[in-house]
C-alpha cells in the first residue's frame, strides 16, 4: 500500500502546477504569497486523504482495527473478539450462630492474602435474615484479565466491616478474566478457525464425529 501523501507533498504537486506568466519570478518558491494560498488547501486534503484511507481499511478485514474489525468480525463470521472482562465467581460468609439481620453492600471486598494478594468485591447488595449462618454472594475481580482465576477456602479476609463482626469468609471461587484481543491474534484466530471448519479438515472431522 503506498504511504499518505504529506503537506509537504501536496505543496510540491501544486507548485508545480503554478507558472508565472506577467512575472517570471512569480512561481511558488518557500515564503511566497503563492505558498500562503496553497498551504491551508494541503493540510485539509492532507487530512481528507487519511479519513478515506482510513475509512476504506476500516472495511477489510486485514487491515481494520478497533471496535471495526470487532464488528466485521462478529458479522461476517459470527466470531466474538476477546474483550477485557473481570472475573467473576461467588463466595460463602458463614457465622457461629444466627444473629441479627443485615446488608452486604454491592463492593464489600474479600481478598486472599495468601502468596500474591487478590482482592475481589460483591456485585449486588445481599440482604440476609437473621437465622443465616452462611450467605452466598456473587463476586467479581477488582481488576480485569487473567490471573484473578482463584479457589480456596483458606487466606481468605474480609476487607469491609459487615454488621455482625461473627462474619467470616468461608470459600472463594472465581475464574480468570480476560484481556482484549489484539487485532493480530483476532486475525490469526479467525483464519484458524475458518481454516477448522472446511470440509476435510482433521479439526472438522473429528468436531462431526462428536455430534
Known amino acids: 500500500m503506498e504511504s499518505e501523501p504529506t503537506i509537504l507533498d501536496m505543496i510540491e504537486i501544486a507548485g508545480k502546477a503554478i507558472t508565472g506568466q506577467g512575472d517570471k519570478n512569480a512561481d511558488l518558491v518557500r515564503g511566497s504569497d503563492y505558498e500562503s494560498v496553497i498551504g491551508p488547501p ?9 479519513r478515506d484511507t482510513d475509512l476504506f ?3 477489510k478485514f486485514h487491515t481494520a482495527t478497533g471496535e471495526d474489525l470487532t464488528f466485521l468480525v462478529k458479522e461476517r463470521f459470527g466470531i466474538d473478539r476477546y474483550l477485557d472482562s473481570n472475573g467473576s465467581g461467588t463466595a460463602i460468609l458463614s457465622r457461629p450462630v444466627g444473629g441479627t439481620s443485615g446488608t452486604v453492600w454491592a463492593g464489600t471486598r474479600i481478598t486472599i492474602f495468601g502468596g500474591s494478594p487478590k482482592t475481589y468485591r460483591t456485585i449486588g447488595d445481599k440482604v440476609v435474615p437473621a437465622s443465616s449462618t452462611s450467605v452466598s454472594l456473587n463476586i467479581e475481580a477488582l481488576v480485569p484479565g487473567p490471573g484473578t482465576g482463584a479457589s480456596t477456602i483458606t487466606d481468605l479476609r474480609l476487607d469491609d466491616e459487615l454488621w455482625d463482626p461473627s ?3 468461608a470459600s472463594l471461587s472465581c475464574n480468570d478474566g480476560t484481556s482484549f484481543e489484539s487485532a493480530a491474534a483476532l486475525i490469526a484466530r ?4 475458518r481454516a477448522d471448519q472446511r470440509v476435510g479438515q482433521v479439526k472438522s472431522i473429528e468436531d462431526a464425529c462428536k455430534i
Open 190 to 193: 479467525v483464519r484458524q478457525t
Open 42 to 50: 494541503a493540510v485539509i486534503w492532507t487530512r481528507e486523504d487519511r
Open 167 to 169: 462474619w467470616m469468609v
Open 57 to 59: 481499511n476500516s472495511t
